[in-house]
């Protein structure tokens, strides 16, 4: 038996947009489209690993660089991977390693950015080593300690229909109320099997959500729910929330922005703290776990750089007797392959996981993923486990070339400007 040939010969990049209902959140409103980015890796044996991450032009001009490089690396260098973006990946137009231009994933670094653009990278070569052994991701990363991995429902109030009459639709309707958000959750309940929820809020006043949780409580009693806000709530406002709710939920996620306020939350309340926005880089975990500001950390293998950071990541937390779940953003099915090999292979993987895929209606792989029971089976094939359709692809890439460029980048507060034209991105505190 010869040895498979694990050298890259070719890197593909191929930028996407995706269609995306309006989902509302404390910044805006999801636009029609969103970006992606697809990274395909070729060996010298004509084996293609597939990866997938964000796609906006920022992480596009950190991505175009390494690709041009990585051709004579092998697909099992991973760790050569990282050195090699740190010596191709300038820093991006626009940013430098301290500045903070928040948003909802946390303060953006470009190292932040960098790591997530490397992590589809790493997705990608991981899919064709584990293609060229006959082996899937899950055993690459130690193997899978479970079979199967449970996510939970991820509720958006959300209007019927883009502003404008934008296409696309959807025939969701509308949720913009307490009955309006049980009733999304009974769909997910009765589509996907999701067990537990989690309500996007910082949208309304917090009195509102409040409320939406106590109705989500009442439907599908002793189901752990979650609400998160964004950091929109001063410590106060969390707190007050907290004292509200502190028998119905699970866990609060991101009640308020920055490490110090987070401490301060969760010196005053029993209601476990989760976090996907003050600690999402290594470097940010010290000052958070030492002043006891977060009890769970929603780990994204975009962002902390990979499937192999999200493992040294999980080791961390349970060192420290923290709780690890994972967050997402709106993704396609290759993030989805990836989250659940790597889900799979964590001991202490304590709460569902999210995931935005039920609100995508086009996929870019050949047999999209199906919840059952609220938990996507692991995939024991080679690889990731899917193909990529090709046909799909060139088509959500065609819109993309196609556009006018207001969609390549994601701006909810934009989108939101087409239904309200004052609208501004909310200061933080919003309550
Ligand atoms: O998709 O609107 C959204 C979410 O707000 C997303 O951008 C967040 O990053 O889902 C994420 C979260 O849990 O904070
Ligand atoms: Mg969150």
Not at 367 to 375: A, E, L, M, V
């Amino acid at each position: 038996m010869t040895n498979p040939d694990l050298t890259i010969t070719e890197v593909r990049l191929t930028p996407i947009l995706i269609s995306d209902p309006p989902l509302l959140n404390t910044q805006g409103v999801h636009q029609p489209y969103t970006p992606r980015l697809v990274v395909e890796v070729v060996t010298a044996d004509g084996v293609t690993g597939i990866g997938e991450t964000y796609g906006d032009t920022k992480y596009l001009d950190l991505a175009h660089p390494l690709a041009d490089a990585l051709p004579g690396h092998s697909v099992a260098d991973l760790n050569g991977l990282f050195i090699l973006a740190g010596q191709v990946c300038g820093d991006p137009a626009g940013t430098s390693d301290s500045v903070d231009v928040g948003g909802l994933r946390g303060v953006q670094t470009a190292d932040k950015l960098r790591l997530s653009v490397i992590s589809g990278f790493e997705v990608a070569c991981l899919d064709a080593l584990g293609k060229s052994l006959g082996l899937p991701v899950h055993a690459l990363l130690g193997g899978k300690v479970r079979d199967s991995v449970e996510y939970s429902a991820y509720l958006f109030y959300r209007w019927a229909e883009h502003p404008a009459g934008q296409e696309p639709k959807d025939d969701w309707g509308a949720a913009v109320d307490p009955a309006g958000v049980v009733e999304q959750a009974r769909r997910f309940a009765r589509d996907y099997g999701f067990t537990s929820f989690k309500l996007k809020g910082g949208v309304f006043p917090p009195d509102e959500e409040i409320a939406a949780i106590r109705a989500l409580a009442e439907a599908f009693p002793g189901q752990p729910l979650r609400l998160d806000p964004n950091g929109a709530w001063s410590v106060e406002t969390s707190l007050y929330v907290a004292e509200q709710l502190g028998d119905a939920l699970e866990y609060l996620e991101d009640p308020t922005s920055s490490t110090a306020r987070m401490a301060e939350v969760a010196a005053g309340t029993e209601v476990p703290l989760a976090t996907n926005m003050c600690v999402t880089t290594f470097p940010e975990i010290a000052e958070a776990f030492t002043k006891g500001a977060v009890q769970v950390v929603l780990s994204d293998h975009h962002y902390w750089g990979g499937l192999r950071n999200t493992r040294e990541l999980a080791a961390i937390c349970r060192t420290f007797g923290v709780g690890l779940s994972m967050h997402s953003n709106t993704h396609l099915g290759i993030s989805l392959a990836a989250m659940t090999h790597v889900a799979a292979t964590v001991p202490n993987l304590d709460y569902a996981c999210d995931s935005h895929y039920p609100w995508q209606t086009e996929d870019i792989i050949t047999i999209p993923h199906t919840f059952t029971d609220g938990r996507l089976t692991v995939s024991d094939a080679p690889g990731l486990g899917i193909e990529l359709d090709r046909v799909a692809l060139r088509a959500l890439h065609q819109r993309w070339l196609e556009d006018d460029g207001t969609m390549r980048d994601r701006d909810d507060a934009a989108a939101m400007r087409k239904a309200d034209p004052d609208w501004v991105t909310p200061a933080v505190p919003r309550w």
